[in-house]
C-alpha cells in the first residue's frame, strides 16, 4: 500500500515564474492537507481539501497561491510569480474518511532563485 | 485561532536517559494531540497520538499524558537510544480539521 506521494522531490524556480506541486494521497484517503515548513521551523497549515472541494484555505495566502483536488488525479498546489520568500518545504498529507490521523508525503523543496 | 506552544526547544540527554517534551494549546475545543517525529531531510511521521477522552496513552517506549483542564500534553520517552535523535511536533486540532504544530525540539540522544 503506497503511502502519500509527492512530486517533484525538489524544485528549482527563478523569481517570476510559476510552481506546481503535486500530492496524490494514500489509497482510499479522500482528504487532503498542505503545510509548509521554512528552515528550522514548524509546519504551517495551507489548505485543506476534499475531492472538489476547498474545505479550508485560511492558512494559504490570498494571493499568487492556489490549490485544487479534481475528482482524478492528484492534488495541486500552485504558487504563482514566485518570490525568494517562498523557499520552503511544501508537505501534503492525507487521511480518510472520517478519521483524524495525517499521514505525511516527503515533500517538495522548492527553492526560488 | 490555535496557538501551540512546545518546550523545550533543544534537549540533550545520555542514552538510557527519559526525555520529556511538553506542550500547551490554547483552544478548549480541540480534542486531538498527535506527535510527530522528523528526521533530518525527512517527511514527518506519527509516532503517537491522544484524543480528549484520554488522559494517557503508551506505546512501548513512548507515553502520551494530557491535562483538558490545564490545555497541555506531554511526550515521555523511556530508555532513550541515539535512533530517537530527531526533532519532534506536537500538534493540536478539532478532529479531521488543520493540525495547529508547535515549533519543535530538537532532541539529541548521547551515546
Known amino acids: 500500500n503506497a503511502g502519500v506521494m509527492q512530486n517533484p522531490r525538489h524544485l528549482v524556480r527563478r523569481r517570476g515564474q510559476e510552481a506546481r506541486l503535486r500530492c496524490s494521497p494514500m489509497k482510499g484517503h479522500s482528504h487532503v492537507y498542505w503545510y509548509r515548513q521554512l528552515p528550522e521551523e514548524g509546519l504551517k497549515f495551507m489548505v485543506y481539501?476534499?475531492?472538489?472541494?476547498?474545505?479550508?484555505e485560511s492558512g494559504m495566502p490570498k494571493e499568487r497561491f492556489s490549490a485544487e483536488f479534481p475528482k482524478e488525479g492528484p492534488s495541486i498546489l500552485r504558487i504563482q510569480q514566485v518570490v525568494r520568500g517562498d523557499s520552503a518545504a511544501y508537505f501534503c498529507?492525507?487521511?480518510?474518511?472520517?478519521?483524524?490521523?495525517?499521514?505525511f508525503g516527503p515533500g517538495t523543496r522548492l527553492t526560488v532563485l | 485561532g490555535e496557538n501551540v506552544e512546545q518546550h523545550p526547544s533543544t534537549l540533550s540527554v545520555q542514552e538510557g536517559d527519559s526525555a520529556v517534551i511538553k506542550c500547551t494549546y490554547s483552544?478548549?475545543?480541540?480534542?486531538?494531540f498527535p506527535w510527530y517525529k522528523q528526521e533530518l531531510g525527512k517527511r514527518p511521521q506519527l509516532i503517537i497520538d491522544?484524543?480528549?477522552?484520554?488522559g494517557e496513552k503508551k506505546d512501548q517506549r513512548i507515553a502520551v499524558t494530557l491535562n483538558k483542564t490545564a490545555k497541555h500534553f506531554s511526550l515521555h520517552i523511556t530508555e532513550t537510544q541515539p535512533e530517537d535523535s530527531a526533532v519532534y511536533f506536537c500538534a493540536a486540532s478539532l478532529s479531521g480539521y488543520a493540525l495547529n504544530f508547535g515549533k519543535g525540539t530538537s532532541l539529541l540522544v548521547t551515546p
Open positions: 498529507a492525507s487521511s480518510p474518511p472520517l478519521g483524524d490521523t495525517q499521514y
Open positions: 491522544i484524543r480528549s477522552n484520554v
Open positions: 483552544d478548549s475545543a480541540s480534542n486531538y
Open positions: 481539501l476534499q475531492k472538489e472541494n476547498i474545505i479550508d
